[in-house]
């Protein structure tokens, strides 16, 4: 069974830094790319950020470019979201998900639980 | 970015209704384009992969359509466990973009 389990939030002040982890198991994991998604309280889906199966290519959105960083452990079957200088607007619920490029097309096909992450001083 | 615009933001209906919910992209996105639903306090569920192709496990009633820039969701008979809100999200390009939601409420 697939399974995604993130870990890492909680509350920290405008400014400060914080590491999301997402634990994969139940498939092989450096055969897959992966992203982080987030969505504000109350709000929509915001994609934030991806990283290909060998960490070769990475993207992020505008609004966390330069303050965030994904990175992953293939040996360790984990994904990371290192966050710096948050800012109130990054409170939100982070989901990690798998990337399904079986075919032709991109899906994400699993999602974690989800890490709540609240600044606020 | 392609901007992914979804209506009605939010609709009410009934047991057993026919459900549409359309999405339209700023340019064309062939069809790349993915339909989830969220329930609430849970993770979103892929439903629909690109554009009309049901994902492994979720009810036929869910049903796909589009192509280029305009999109359509379609529930055939809603059921009480599809209240929820639905999201497409396209795939073409990064960033990848999600529509903005569209809240489906009892009536």
């Known amino acids: 069974e697939v399974q995604l389990v993130e870990s890492g939030g909680g509350l920290v002040q405008p400014g400060g830094s914080l590491r999301l982890s997402c634990a994969a198991s139940?498939?092989?994991?450096?055969?897959?790319?992966m992203n982080w998604v987030r969505q504000a309280p109350g709000k929509g889906l915001e994609w934030v950020s991806y990283?290909?199966?060998?960490?070769?290519?990475?993207y992020y959105a505008d609004s966390v470019k330069g303050r965030f960083t994904i990175s992953r452990d293939n040996a360790k079957n984990s994904l990371y979201l290192q966050m710096n200088s948050l800012r109130d607007e990054d409170t939100a619920v982070y989901y990690c998900?798998?990337?399904?490029?079986?075919?032709?097309?991109?899906?994400?096909?699993?999602w974690g639980q989800g890490t709540l992450v609240t600044v606020s001083s | 970015d392609i901007q992914m615009t979804q209506s009605p933001s939010s609709l009410s209906a009934s047991v057993g209704d026919r459900v549409t919910i359309t999405c339209r992209a700023s340019?064309?996105?062939?069809?790349?384009l993915n339909w989830y639903q969220q329930k609430p306090g849970k993770a979103p569920n892929l439903l629909i992969y690109?554009?009309?192709s049901l994902q492994s496990g979720v009810p036929s009633r869910f049903s796909g359509s589009g192509s280029g820039t305009d999109f359509t969701l379609t529930i055939s008979s809603l059921q009480p466990e599809d209240f929820a809100t639905y999201y497409c999200?396209?795939?073409?390009?990064?960033?990848?973009?999600f529509g903005g939601g569209t809240k489906v409420e009892i009536k």
């Open positions: 998900a798998r990337e399904d490029r079986s075919g032709w097309y991109i899906s994400f096909d699993y």
């Open positions: 139940g498939f092989t994991f450096s055969n897959y790319n």
């Open positions: 990283i290909s199966s060998s960490s070769s290519t990475i």
């Open positions: 340019q064309s996105i062939s069809s790349y």
């Open positions: 690109a554009a009309s």
């Open positions: 999200q396209q795939t073409y390009s990064i960033p990848r973009t």
